[in-house]
């Protein structure tokens, strides 16, 4: 690892070194399943040009990225992360596509999102980012206090019940992120599916035990 990456916070480290091991081939066969990961949540929060899309735990900007042609020229994305390190990477890469008019970079918790105002925001995008926040709840009371009326919240989360409570010397029950989701199928707590990620999803935002889905204000 060089010197460059060790001075990166934890989650910079993990998102562009450690979690593919520095192995092109490892990081090649990621991708194929992040895009799909990617369109998924998008296809989910219907984005039309014009809106105002907010990305909270934009990461490497994964989400971010792909909604900016969604958005479109009069349209804006708001990069949010916890991460100094990773707004400034994607500062530098919307600069260098000449997108940088139309994205925004705060650095804010999920549970904070006090720099952007009430009923701002047409859509909300969010994956695998809840599963490291304590306050889910205050988190999502956020989500719905930003969205504007009709604003979409689409949210593509891991379920993992292996390594809670989190020990704090530890990164989700290990030295690096691990995350498995289970679908329930029947309502026997003893009869699950489980895979690497949940696959529950509903356009109302109702029902029990998902790990993906679009809800509507």
């Not at 990621?30 to 934009?58: I, N, P, S």
């Not at 479109?72 to 500062?91: A, H, Y």
């Amino acid at each position: 690892m060089s010197v460059v990456e060790l001075s990166q916070d934890r989650w910079a480290q993990w998102l562009l070194q450690r979690r593919h091991g520095g192995d092109p081939a490892t990081l090649a066969a990621m991708v194929d399943d992040l895009y799909r990961f990617r369109d998924t949540v998008l296809g989910h929060a219907a984005v039309t040009a014009g809106e105002v899309l907010l990305d909270v735990g934009a990461g490497d900007g994964l989400i971010a990225f792909g909604a900016l042609p969604l958005v479109g020229e009069q349209g804006t994305v708001i990069f949010s992360d916890i991460s100094q390190d990773l707004l400034d990477r994607g500062q530098a890469l919307a600069d260098e596509v000449g997108a940088s008019d139309r994205c925004r970079f705060l650095r804010a918790s999920a549970d904070n999102l006090s720099a952007v105002g009430d009923a701002t925001v047409d859509v909300v995008t969010i994956r695998s980012v809840l599963i490291y926040v304590p306050a889910k709840q205050q988190a999502v009371q956020e989500f719905y206090r930003v969205l504007a009326p009709g604003g979409r919240l689409s949210i593509f989360e891991p379920i993992n019940r292996f390594a809670s409570p989190e020990p704090p010397h530890l990164f989700c029950g290990g030295t690096r992120p691990w995350s498995v989701g289970c679908a329930i199928t029947s309502t026997s707590a003893a009869r699950r599916r489980c895979a690497p990620w949940g696959s529950w999803s509903d356009r109302s935002g109702r029902g029990r035990g998902g790990a993906r889905r679009r809800c509507a204000r």
